[in-house]
């Protein structure tokens, strides 16, 4: 079993201490490791500070904060999707079911009560992640085309029921609360963001779930035959993929009081550059939820800090290209030296 994203704060593996990282990093092998388990804190800490030096509104608090109440879907479709990819799949189909939750729940919103529209909009992204746990596990089919295909067929289904048209909720704010409510200055969306990342984090890294997760990315059939349930776990984090795509798109629905079928474009290429640009394999097997959330917010610096410095946001598209292209490439070097 491949336990490489266990703990927030490290791992567990042998070798610990000053002598014990001494000794990493003076190996290919070791300094692979390190780079493919933490590489993104330093990128993201040299950032940080490099903005902060720039951009006199960068650290003022409305700045940060409005980062993180706009990320805060983005780091919960993508702290589900963590699991997805350590366990050895791959869910394309989270923009379409966070755009199809959307406008489901801003339009139950619009004529029910709120707390129907956030319960029916999660269920709408259960139910679809579920769909692909079975489609991938029973009929076995590819996990990226399965979720390609679902992806289209949950935005035909959207623009079928929207028309193509913006539903909105403006006459009904106390859908709003859901999301844009205050605590301590944070958003509630911003709080569900650090709940949900919180809970994924600890189950994908202390408990037996989590680590079956990893067996079933690291090496599925060692882990079968180690009395694993492969197809269960991989149906289960579809679930939760799906479930958190719901959420996501509930939330944003309730912040702007208005959702749209296509609202969700992007949100998959964004979400998976996250995933793999805070360290997660895309071969599956290794990967923890906290440096995806570290990934996400480092995409999110940059995207702010383009606006905040008058930058091309032309030229912000071929940065994370870059940027994703050279952690896939981390990836693929650490795991030469691996094997």
Do not use: K
């Not at 983005?74 to 799949?89: R, Y």
């Not at 406008?103 to 692909?132: C, E, R």
């Not at 940059?302 to 990836?331: C, E, K, M, S």
Request: hydrophobic residues 55%; aromatic residues 8%.
């Amino acid at each position: 079993m491949s336990g490489s994203g266990g703990g927030l704060g490290g791992t567990s593996e042998p070798g610990g201490g000053i002598a014990g990282l001494t000794g990493r990093l003076a190996s290919p092998v070791g300094a692979a490791a390190i780079a493919r388990q933490s590489g993104i804190v330093t990128p993201f800490v040299v950032l940080f500070a490099t903005l902060s030096i720039a951009s006199e509104t960068f650290l003022r608090l409305p700045n940060l904060m409005n980062i993180l109440d706009q990320q805060a879907a983005t780091v919960i479709v993508a702290a589900a999707g963590t699991l997805v990819l350590v366990a050895g799949g791959i869910d394309l189909s989270v923009g379409a079911v966070y755009a199809l939750s959307g406008v489901t729940a801003a339009t139950l919103a619009s004529s029910a009560d709120p707390l129907a529209a956030v319960v029916v909009g999660m269920f709408v992204g259960l139910v679809v992640g579920i769909a692909n746990g079975i489609v991938v596990t029973r009929f076995r089919i590819n996990a990226l085309i399965a979720t390609l295909a679902a992806s289209y067929v949950v935005s035909g289904i959207g623009a079928l029921v929207t028309r193509g048209n913006l539903v909105v909720a403006f006459e009904h704010p106390e859908f709003q609360a859901f999301a844009a409510t205050r605590i301590l200055g944070l958003t509630s969306a911003a709080w569900i963001m650090l709940a949900v990342t919180l809970i994924l984090a600890v189950v994908l890294a202390r408990s037996t779930f989590g680590r079956y997760v990893y067996a079933s990315g690291g090496n599925a059939d060692a882990a079968r035959l180690a009395g694993v349930e492969v197809d269960r776990i991989r149906l289960a984090v579809f679930a939760i993929s799906g479930l958190a795509a719901g959420l996501a798109g509930v939330i944003d629905a309730s912040r702007v009081l208005s959702a749209q079928s296509n609202a969700g474009g992007f949100l998959a290429f964004t979400v998976l550059a996250g995933i793999v640009v805070g360290g997660t394999s895309i071969l599956g097997g290794e990967g923890s939820v906290w440096r995806t959330a570290i990934g996400c917010l480092f995409i999110a610096l940059i995207g702010n800090g383009f606006n905040l410095l008058g930058l091309d946001p032309f030229y912000r598209q071929i940065t994370l290209g870059l940027i994703l292209l050279l952690a896939v490439g981390i990836d693929a070097w650490s795991r030469r030296f691996d094997h």
